[in-house]
């Protein structure tokens, strides 16, 4: 399997919903990211998880909390949205060192 | 924190013709220098890259050039073909995340 997959593809959801983004690899990569892209744009880094840790937040909202259950999956809660969190958000995933990120195909939200 | 520019923001090419890219980058930590492709609808996709110990890389039509001293590395794409078209980033990454370009559009007309 080489492949990040996330969940959903898409999601559309109000200013005051919870939800929650996924993100699933059996690469056995131990480096799990977070990243966001608006249209147009790179994608801006949000978390990064390195052996099941958090090791990096960009200064990224408390609306956004990231969890890493174990080695293989990644998820990000969300609550309480501006209509300016609208964004694809990508999971990627990388083995230790430096190396080349597999993404996923990202989760296409909108808030209303 | 790493700086990474990108230029052009977009790049029109006839197929078989060929299609450079460059980017320079500002921290001199960086040791590892990925390229991405991103089509409609999907997350990048790593295509070639490129360590601080090596000047050149190729792989079939795609070649990928670093000139560490002048924080510079370029990507080349020969004998380009319409499935060529998308929104290529250059990264540049050392000792912590890595950072990307602003991307580049590359339109191949057939």
């Known amino acids: 399997d080489t492949e990040v997959t996330q969940t959903p593809k898409h999601l559309v959801m109000g200013m005051t919903n919870k939800k929650s983004l996924k993100c699933e690899q059996h690469m056995g990569h131990r480096a799990m990211y977070w990243y966001k892209q608006k249209a147009k744009k790179p994608p801006e880094l949000m978390f990064v998880y390195s052996y099941e840790k958090l090791s990096i937040n960009e200064s990224v909202p408390s609306r956004f909390s990231p969890e890493c259950p174990n080695s293989s999956l990644l998820n990000l809660h969300l609550h309480a949205l501006q209509p300016e969190d609208s964004a694809l958000y990508l999971c990627?995933?990388?083995?230790?060192?430096?190396?080349?990120?597999?993404f996923g195909s990202g989760t296409r939200l909108t808030v209303v | 924190g790493e700086n990474v520019e990108q230029h052009p923001s977009t790049l029109s090419v006839q197929e078989g013709d060929s299609a450079v890219i460059k980017c320079t980058y500002s921290?001199?930590?960086?040791?590892?220098f990925p390229w991405y492709k991103q089509e409609l609808g999907k997350g990048p996709q790593l295509i070639i890259d490129i360590r601080s110990n090596v000047g050149e890389k190729k792989d079939q039509r795609i070649a990928v050039t670093l000139n560490k001293t002048a924080k510079h590395f370029s990507l080349h794409i020969t004998e380009t073909q319409p499935e060529d078209s998308a929104v290529y980033f250059c990264a540049a990454q050392g000792f912590n995340d890595m950072r990307f370009g602003a991307g580049t559009r590359l339109t191949v007309k057939p």
């Open positions: 990627a995933s990388s083995p230790p060192g430096l190396d080349g990120y597999t």
């Open positions: 921290d001199s930590a960086s040791n590892y």
